[in-house]
């Protein structure tokens, strides 16, 4: 499915699998209602830009990135929000995005 921005389309991803790789994942959401087609932001330790994706019509995201500080911000016409996430080792790290 294309999104119109080239960002790969993306889907849930299970949390308790087992990986070698850091994986950043999670649901964008305003309230408790999920959020489709925000634009989802990788953003490094000093703030540069990293990588963008599309969220799911679900509202899902995953990024695979590695070990360190990282800023994960949602832009959608609804509002915008971020999260900061830590990322020690391999493993999928969670993380939540609401946009107000």
């Known amino acids: 499915m294309s999104n119109g921005c080239g960002a ?19 649901k964008v959401r305003s309230g408790e209602q999920p959020i489709g087609s925000a634009f989802v932001r990788l953003l490094d330790s000093s703030g540069e830009f990293t990588a963008e994706v599309v969220s799911s019509t679900e509202g899902d ?29 391999p493993g999928v790290h969670p993380v939540d995005i609401a946009v107000a």
């Open 61 to 89: 995201f995953r990024f695979y990135a590695g070990e360190g500080a990282w800023t994960v911000r949602a832009l959608h016409r609804d509002g915008s929000g971020q999260s900061d996430v830590s990322a020690s080792g």
């Open 8 to 26: 790969p389309a993306q889907t849930a991803t299970d949390h308790s699998e087992s990986t070698d790789q850091v994986i950043l994942a999670g």
